[in-house]
């Protein structure tokens, strides 16, 4: 079955990057029948979509977020990736990988990686 | 973005129970409405798409309903394994976004 595992540093300070990598097996990053994406989870926001990328490398994000976001795609390695530049406290969360078909559902999710961000 | 508000934010239930599950979006966001079911530690998992599908897979005990902004997730005999936290979700309109979650404790 199709499977997705986060990779990164979980401990970050202010005003660093965060940068993480879904490996995805068991299905093809290529499918044109999916978007690829990130969601994180914390206590005071909740789960919030980050954003996600389709196989071609058309990007998708929460405005929210937008100015500090990149999401890419490696199709030959079966990853995609997330940064996210200038953290802050509130970014800390678990942040999860996620397989989403065209804008709808979200399916499968990876385990999740807990970011923390603390000077 | 649009606003998705569960009620209640949690209930005490017991095994054999009927429970239900109610979300609220803040415009109409049609059938476009999915719940996961999230346990500690873990990732939620899809549980209905559409307001009313079942994802393959899942117990014939769960159900959905609703149309436009008022939205409910049933389960008609609350088993053991069923004591999580269950969040709706829209997709709608970019950016999706969550209800806050519902918490089924045992009573």
């Known amino acids: 079955q199709v499977q997705l595992q986060e990779s990164g540093p979980g401990l970050l300070k202010p005003s660093e990057t965060l940068s993480l990598t879904c490996s995805v097996s068991?299905?093809?990053?290529?499918?044109?029948?999916?978007?690829w994406g990130w969601i994180r989870q914390s206590p005071g926001k909740g789960l919030e979509w980050i954003g996600s990328?389709?196989?071609?490398?058309?990007?998708y994000y929460n405005p929210s977020l937008r100015s500090r976001l990149a999401i890419s795609i490696d199709t030959s390695k079966n990853q995609f990736s997330l940064k996210l530049t200038s953290v802050t406290a509130a970014d800390t969360a678990v942040y999860f990988c996620?397989?989403?078909?065209?804008?709808?559902?979200?399916?499968?999710w990876g385990q999740g990686a807990l970011v923390t961000v603390s000077s | 973005d649009i606003q998705m508000t569960q009620s209640p934010s949690s209930l005490s239930a017991s095994v054999g129970d009927r429970v239900t599950i109610t979300c609220r979006a803040s415009?109409?966001?049609?059938?476009?409405l999915n719940w996961y079911q999230q346990k500690p530690g873990k990732a939620p998992n899809l549980l209905i798409s559409?307001?009313?599908s079942l994802q393959s897979g899942v117990s014939s005990r769960f159900s959905g309903s609703g149309s436009g902004t008022d939205f409910t997730l049933t389960i008609s005999t609350l088993q053991p394994e069923d004591f999580a936290t269950y969040y709706c979700?829209?997709?709608?309109?970019?950016?999706?976004?969550f209800g806050q979650g519902t918490k089924v404790e045992s009573k």
């Open positions: 996620t397989r989403e078909l065209a804008g709808t559902t979200v399916a499968p």
């Open positions: 415009q109409n966001i049609r059938t476009n």
């Open positions: 979700q829209q997709s709608d309109s970019t950016p999706p976004t």
């Open positions: 559409g307001t009313s």
């Open positions: 068991g299905a093809s990053i290529s499918d044109a029948t999916y978007y």
């Open positions: 990328v389709y196989f071609t490398g058309g990007t």
